[in-house]
């Protein structure tokens, strides 16, 4: 049964070769004030606001706002109020033993697709005028789901080696130019690079994997994994 939606803190983002094709717009870092600029990452960007330099990813630019959190057990059609625009989604169902899926409304539509428990974070609405307003929960567990408007909750690091496990979306800042990238893991791993205006898949494997590829900070990570990964900037 579905408990009422409550406000408070607390993979798979579908990517494939066919994703490039998808909008992705994502707003890194805009200063105060109704007529300040914003930098804004991503592809259909107006070249004037391509051409404004961005120093630092910063995801919170100002107060965050504030986790919309579900909880709830078995299959389930969630009504999503958020705001328009790019929001992180976290998704966990730990003891799940059959199949678990996560599907939206939006332009990334299936998010998750496994077998057995789940816990990842993915982004949605990556267009800036997107909104999903539904999302779909196949599962025979108790599950969570808590959607945090904008990059807030998304982990930075300033060029130092960051690690995680699963599905996840990172930030990472610094002068960097490419980064040691390892996984220990079955399935697919992906990584996609989403820096300046550029989106490129950076690694896009199944198994463990290593190796050296090119990130020019500031930049978002988006990760696909089923076990241990890492990101060595330098």
Excluded at 37 to 64: C, F, L, M, Q, R
Aim: charged share 20%; net charge negative; with cysteine.
């Amino acid at each position: 049964m579905l408990v009422v939606p409550k406000v408070k803190r607390t993979k798979k983002w579908p990517w494939s070769v066919a994703a490039v094709a998808v909008l992705f717009v994502i707003v890194i870092n805009t200063s105060t004030g109704p007529d300040a600029p914003a930098t804004i990452i991503g592809e259909h960007v107006p070249a004037s606001v391509k051409a404004v330099p961005a120093d630092t990813v910063d995801p919170a630019p100002g107060p965050p706002a504030a986790p919309i959190s579900y909880q709830g057990q078995g299959d389930e059609v969630l009504n999503l109020e958020k705001p328009v625009g790019v929001a992180v989604l976290d998704f966990e169902c730990l003891q799940c033993s059959g199949n678990t899926a996560l599907k939206t409304d939006g332009r990334e539509a299936l998010l998750v697709n496994e077998i057995g428990g789940y816990s990842g974070r993915h982004l949605i609405d990556v267009s800036e005028t997107a909104r999903t307003s539904v999302l779909t929960i196949t599962a025979n567990g108790s599950w969570k789901v808590t959607v945090t408007p904008g990059l807030s909750a998304v982990r930075i690091t300033d060029g130092a080696r960051i690690t995680g496990t699963g599905d996840d979306v990172v930030a990472i800042n610094g002068a960097t130019t490419r980064a040691l990238i390892k996984n220990r893991g079955e399935s697919n791993f992906a990584v996609w690079i989403v820096g300046g205006d550029t989106t490129e898949l950076a690694v896009n494997e199944i198994g463990s994997y290593e190796g050296t590829v090119p990130l020019r900070a500031p930049a978002v990570a988006i990760v696909t994994s089923s076990g241990d990964w890492s990101i060595a900037p330098f």
